[in-house]
T-cell receptor, first 111, second 113 residues
Framework: KQEVTQIPAALSVPEGENLVLNCSFT??????LQWFRQDPGKGLTSLLL?????REQTSGRLNASLDKSSGRSTLYIAASQPGDSATYLC??????????FGSGTRLLVRP | SQTIHQWPATLVQPVGSPLSLECTVE??????LYWYRQAAGRGLQLLFY??????ISSEVPQNLSASRPQDRQFILSSKKLLLSDSGFYLC????????????FGQGTRLTVV
């Protein structure tokens, strides 16, 4: 059974710092991995999708990498801003079309 | 472009009452559809998913059911709500064929009292 773990559970950093969020999964037979952002009381916003054949994806100040064989992904946020404060979730999909989520990293960027 | 609509945004229901949450997708056909529940401070739990009209897969035995009466409509229901049904319910869709990006609605905050 696929399990997804995110470390750390919470993170507080000063504005301007570069940071890395980690995601690990137990079964490397995934089809893709997706990073989401969730603001309090809101739905999920898709940030980046990495197909299993890809190593990384970039969007603006965000860069996500995937090491499928070791079951790990990282989300790198450059030059963090207070507006980046949110919960970040990673999810993997398998052959059954399902998304399996981690429990998220709650990020606070202090002005 | 595609959009997903989910309503209501908030709902307070007494124990034992019925439930119906609706989700619709516009701008695509035959999407994969999903219902997730997020308990306070916890990750998302997949409840149901559907790859076509009338095709519903259930992930966990529970007090809830799902239906897909039309191609782009996904309904989450309960005949009698329990206190433990409280949570944040999220509908999502992805393109048919699987393995593609998933897009989420804004969620419904359900409180059972």
């Amino acid at each position: 059974k696929q399990e997804v773990t995110q470390i750390p559970a919470a993170l507080s950093v000063p504005e301007g710092e570069n940071l890395v969020l980690n995601c690990s999964f137990t079964d490397s037979a995934i089809y893709n991995l997706q990073w989401f952002r969730q603001d309090p009381g809101k739905g999920l916003t898709s940030l980046l999708l990495i197909q299993s054949s890809q190593r990384e994806q970039t969007s603006g100040r965000l860069n996500a990498s995937l090491d499928k064989s070791s079951g790990r992904s990282t989300l790198y946020i450059a030059a963090s801003q207070p507006g980046d404060s949110a919960t970040y979730l990673c999810a993997v999909s398998d052959s059954s079309y399902k998304l399996i989520f981690g429990s998220g990293t709650r990020l606070l960027v202090r002005p | 472009s595609q959009t997903i609509h989910q309503w209501p945004a908030t709902l307070v229901q007494p124990v034992g009452s019925p439930l119906s949450l609706e989700c619709t997708v516009e701008g695509t056909s035959n999407p994969n559809l999903y219902w997730y529940r997020q308990a306070a401070g916890r990750g998302l739990q997949l409840l149901f998913y559907s790859v076509g009209i009338g095709q519903i897969s259930s992930e966990v035995p529970q007090n809830l059911s799902a239906s897909r009466p039309q191609d782009r409509q996904f309904i989450l229901s309960s005949k009698k709500l329990l206190l433990s049904d409280s949570g944040f319910y999220l509908c999502a869709w992805s393109f048919s064929g699987g393995y593609t990006e998933a897009f989420f609605g804004q969620g419904t905050r359900l409180t059972v009292v």
